[in-house]
Each structure stands twice: as C-alpha cells, then as structure tokens.
T-cell receptor
Framework: QQQVKQSPQSLIVQKGGISIINCAYE??????FPWYQQFPGKGPALLIA?????SEKKEGRFTISFNKSAKQFSLHIMDSQPGDSATYFC???????????????FGKGTKLSVIP | NAGVMQNPRHLVRRRGQEARLRCSPM?????VYWYRQLPEEGLKFMVY????????ESGMPKERFSAEFPKEGPSILRIQQVVRGDSAAYFC??????????????FGAGTRLSVL
C-alpha cells in the first residue's frame, strides 16, 4: 500500500516557467512533509519542508502549498532553470512515538527536465 | 562541518558474498536511518537506529540483513549471502536529537551495491 502518491512521473518545463509537482497522502498521523532533490548518482538533498500548521511556505524560488483537509501538498518551482533538472521526491513522516519512528515515506519521484 | 559520510560509494559482490555498508552521521547527530532505492523508485525505509539501539527495523528483510550503530564508530548495514535482487542504492540519513528539529533527515551520497 503506497502511502504517498506523487505525480506526474516526469515533467518537461521551459526555462523561466513554473514547475508543479503534486503529492497526496493517506496517513493522517503524518505531520512533517519535506521535499528532496536528487541528481543522478547523488543522495537526496533536503530542499524545503512544511508542517501542517501552515498552508504555504516559500524559500526563494521554491514554494510548498499544503491542503490538510484534502491531504495533499505540492511543490512549485518558479522561474525554473536548467540547473533545476533533477528528480524530486516528496515525503512524509510522523513525529508520534510508536507511529513510525520518524521514518520518511517517499513518493516515487518526479523527473524534471527544464529545457532552454 | 562534514555531512553524512557513506562508504564505499560503489561495492561489487558476487552472489553468496557478504556486503558491509558504513555510515558516519553528521556531527552532533545520534539518529541514523537506512533506506534502499531501486532504479526509478523512491526510497524505502529499512531501519532506524540510535547509539547501541535498534529503534525500528520494520522495513528490514527478516533474513540476511542486519544493522548496528555501536557506541564508537559508524553505523553498519550488513547483507549476508547477497543475491542479485539486493542490487540497489543504499542511503543513510542522520537527524539531530528530537524536539524542534525532529524528523529532519540529511542524506549521504549512498552506496551503490551491484551483485554479480
């Protein structure tokens, strides 16, 4: 049972455009939602994260939108650049003891290609 | 301030051999997580350890796999009698003590295991 569903699987965006990646979760105990960026042959790098007490968080060109009632969250990359071309993973975890020990449950990833 | 260090970066083993993967967490971090990533897939949780304790091994295969995080030295993920299906990238993540920074995990560059 996949607990975090991510879409689309791949995304092609023109330079300067907006990249949008969506995730939906099932476990209402989740209370931490990070996004990771991974380049080929590298480890995932923490990009931005949100907790459910806010509906939006912005850091530079990256914004997370969070909809608690719909159990959905999304990543928006403004002014997308070729250097943003990577695979992006959403994830979720719970901080409640005995509810998963803070392990991250990952989506399957979105391969983003930003073309000049 | 070094990040999460994993070695070796690449490991080749023949079927039936043992694989040992090492992970040194970030300075000041005492929580270690191991994840496995198959090609074109997201990361799957395997085990969560604190110094000298396995906290959650719910994602670990019941046979051939073991993990430890001794009082001194790195965390070790051991795979005995490897099979071709064990070929994957294995990532280690570390996090600081709980509290406001709980859940936040930083990943190493991974060990890519190839079983011939």
């Amino acid at each position: 049972q996949q607990q975090v569903k991510q879409s689309p699987q791949s995304l092609i965006v023109q330079k300067g455009g907006i990249s949008i990646i969506n995730c939906a979760y099932e476990n209402t105990a989740f209370d931490y939602f990070p996004w990771y960026q991974q380049f080929p042959g590298k480890g995932p790098a923490l990009l931005i994260a949100i907790r459910p007490d806010v509906s939006e968080k912005k850091e530079g060109r990256f914004t997370i939108s969070f909809n608690k009632s719909a159990k959905q969250f999304s990543l928006h990359i403004m002014d997308s650049q070729p250097g943003d071309s990577a695979t992006y993973f959403c994830a979720a975890s719970s901080g409640s003891a005995g509810a998963g020990s803070y392990q991250l449950t990952f989506g399957k990833g979105t391969k983003l290609s930003v073309i000049p | 301030n070094a990040g999460v260090m994993q070695n070796p970066r690449h490991l080749v083993r023949r079927r039936g051999q043992e694989a040992r993967l090492r992970c040194s967490p970030m300075k000041g971090h005492s929580h270690v997580y191991w994840y496995r990533q198959l090609p074109e897939e997201g990361l799957k949780f395997m085990v969560y350890l604190q110094k000298e304790n396995i906290i959650d091994e719910s994602g670990m295969p019941k046979e051939r796999f073991s993990a430890e995080f001794p009082k001194e030295g790195p965390s070790i993920l051991r795979i005995q009698q490897v099979v071709r299906g064990d070929s994957a990238a294995y990532f280690c993540a570390s996090s600081p003590e709980q509290g406001a920074l709980k859940n936040i995990q930083y990943f190493g560059a991974g060990t890519r295991l190839s079983v011939l």
